[in-house]
């Protein structure tokens, strides 16, 4: 029975997993690698540094809930993918290394949140990106008695050589990996700090290492900058942000801005998984460049989904999921089953939230790949949305099966 393994266990690894195993059934040995047993949604990590959700809520067993489907699961930290042999090196939570062979690899690894590439990180940075990033924001919050907050995200190393076989239009390049997330939390805390009373003695900077959203169309952005006008939000655009010190935030140029709280989308490199893997596998920046249907460009066995894709920019749940869904498709005919297979188009999709002020920003666009559709609209509905969004990712344990039709509403 040919073998694949998957690897990574949030949006893009168990959207493939899950597709794959509903389309193929028992005509394939499906394994999934991860290095935690746990997985957590992460788009309501920003609603657990405000403190109206707990990050046990957002976890996934996955030594549970992928058995309970047929899938194999072993925790293990993937170190290389030796492509040429069709191998996969991992360490195991005893510190054993494991050697495994495939037939099929997807990996969905992600990208690496680089906070080393920020000094002063460990003393003074804050994020939301993983679990334990937004736990101690939340704590930080809490005791938060005014002054200057900072959010903004670092550089994003995008990988440019080889590209990938996809329409020119496909990947822009990006200053940021991803502003969604800034973007939300600078309205969260709007709600967060009126609701403590503090509103007047807060000061919130955002700071873009580009154009802040340039993955959206003028008429959007123009859009944020009045909510942000009306939000007594101050923006800085072209702060490549270098270093993070107790009071202040300095960039690439030596720039500052007073910073009594700074909260990061930390920078974004390639995987080091990957940058250690067979060479010709990955492109100069870490990711992995495929054609369309996610199978990479030198070795036919192997597809590439969500964030370790080179093609997915920005870098999106929302992408990670279309590209795990085709991926899983592709290799579900190979594997001799006919079905059919999705085409990928990048749109931006995503809901930035504020529970606190009961409406969240809706974001639609594809202006940035050369389409015409942009929407950003605020409204009490797109606040449910997230919230069903949440629900769904939580009560199929990570199944977007559903995700293209609710994206769509
Ligand atoms: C705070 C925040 C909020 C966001 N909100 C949204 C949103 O509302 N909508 C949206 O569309 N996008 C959102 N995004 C972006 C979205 O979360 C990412 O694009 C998406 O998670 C990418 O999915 P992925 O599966 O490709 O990679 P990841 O989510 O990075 O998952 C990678 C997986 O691989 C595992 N892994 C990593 N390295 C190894 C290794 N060496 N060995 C084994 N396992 C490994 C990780 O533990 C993880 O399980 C948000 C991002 C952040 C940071």
Partial sequence: ?????????????????????????????????????????RPALPHVAIGVRDVDELKIDLSEALPNKGIKFQEGKVQKIDAKNSKVIYTK??????????????????????????????????????????????????????????????????????KPKVPENFVPNADSACEGPVFEMSLMLHGYFKK??????????????????????????????SIYQQLGVKLVHNFR????????????????????????????????????????????????????NMVSLKYDNVYAVGDSNSMTVPKLGYLAVMTGRIAAQHLANRLGVHTKIDSYY???????????????????????????????EPAAVNHLKKELFTKYFMWTKGDMALEKFLASW
Wanted: net charge negative.
């Fill in 196 to 225: 403590k009373g503090l509103l007047d003695k807060v000061k919130v900077t955002v700071f873009s290492p580009g154009e802040y959203l340039s993955d959206l169309s003028p008429q959007s952005r123009k859009a944020v900058a």
């Fill in 241 to 292: 942000i270098k270093e993070i010190r107790e009071h202040e935030i300095v960039d690439e140029k030596g720039n500052k801005l007073d910073s009594d709280l700074t909260i990061v989308l930390p920078p974004y490199t390639g995987n080091p998984a990957l940058k250690n893997s067979t060479p010709d596998l990955v492109d100069d920046g870490g990711f992995i460049p495929t054609d369309l």
């Fill in 93 to 162: 939570s005893d510190g054993s290394t494991e050697e495994e062979d495939y037939d099929y690899v997807i990996v969905g690894i992600g990208a690496h949140l680089a906070t080393e590439l920020m000094k002063g990180w460990n003393e003074y940075g804050y994020s939301v990106c993983e679990p334990e990033f937004a736990s101690k924001l939340r704590e930080k919050l809490n005791e938060f008695k005014g002054g200057n907050i900072t959010i903004g995200s670092g550089p994003f190393y995008q990988g440019h050589n080889p």
């Fill in 1 to 41: 029975m040919p073998k694949v393994l998957v690897l990574g266990g949030r949006f893009g690894a168990l959207t493939a997993a899950y597709t794959l195993k509903r389309l193929v059934g028992s005509s394939a040995d499906i394994k999934v690698i991860n290095q935690s047993r746990f997985s957590y949604f």
């Fill in 346 to 376: 990048p749109t931006i999709v995503c809901v930035a939230d504020n529970p606190y002020e009961g409406f969240a920003v809706s974001v639609k666009d594809d202006t940035w790949y050369g389409g015409s559709i942009t929407v950003a």
